[in-house]
């Protein structure tokens, strides 16, 4: 009887729904809404180091996130990325974006913007956290170093 009820456990246990933040790229947009001038990983790298030099040219930050989740129920999920920075006159900001998404079947990308006054007035990126939930419950995140 125990040895049928170790067999059994484990196959509940895959039925669980789990979820993650695979990847997740902040990326200096220009005056025109682009990231890089060519398609090239390549070129858009050496884009952003350019972006980052020359702020002026900076229009926002879009994040792009690459999420999973195993076992998808029909409920909504929440992407949400929270922001710290440096503003004006060495003041802390703070600054939460979400944006409600639809299960992947395998993976998928989404992207959330700061961009126009909101970007302008949040200064520099210091840390960023991005998270997975599910109503109330956390299925993944993602931070950088300093967070």
């Given at each position: 009887m125990i040895l049928l009820l170790l067999a059994v456990l484990p196959a509940f246990a895959e039925g669980t729904e789990k979820g993650r933040i695979v990847k997740m790229l902040p990326l200096f947009l220009d005056l025109k809404g682009h990231d890089a001038i060519s398609?090239?990983?390549?070129d858009r790298d050496a884009y952003q180091a350019?972006?980052?030099r020359h702020t002026n040219d900076i229009s926002a930050i879009r994040f792009d996130i690459l999420w999973q989740v195993k076992n998808p129920s029909a409920a909504k999920y929440n992407l949400r990325i929270e922001l710290q920075g440096i503003g004006a006159g060495g003041k802390?900001?703070?600054?939460m974006l979400e944006q409600e998404a639809q299960p992947p079947l395998l993976r998928r990308w989404n992207s959330l913007v700061l961009g126009g006054a909101d970007y302008k007035n949040f200064g520099?990126?210091?840390?960023?956290r991005a998270t997975l939930w599910r109503g109330d419950q956390l299925l993944g995140e993602q931070k950088s170093f300093l967070w």
């Amino acid at each position: 009887m125990i040895l049928l009820l170790l067999a059994v456990l484990p196959a509940f246990a895959e039925g669980t729904e789990k979820g993650r933040i695979v990847k997740m790229l902040p990326l200096f947009l220009d005056l025109k809404g682009h990231d890089a001038i060519s398609p090239s990983l390549y070129d858009r790298d050496a884009y952003q180091a350019y972006l980052h030099r020359h702020t002026n040219d900076i229009s926002a930050i879009r994040f792009d996130i690459l999420w999973q989740v195993k076992n998808p129920s029909a409920a909504k999920y929440n992407l949400r990325i929270e922001l710290q920075g440096i503003g004006a006159g060495g003041k802390p900001t703070r600054r939460m974006l979400e944006q409600e998404a639809q299960p992947p079947l395998l993976r998928r990308w989404n992207s959330l913007v700061l961009g126009g006054a909101d970007y302008k007035n949040f200064g520099e990126l210091v840390a960023w956290r991005a998270t997975l939930w599910r109503g109330d419950q956390l299925l993944g995140e993602q931070k950088s170093f300093l967070w």
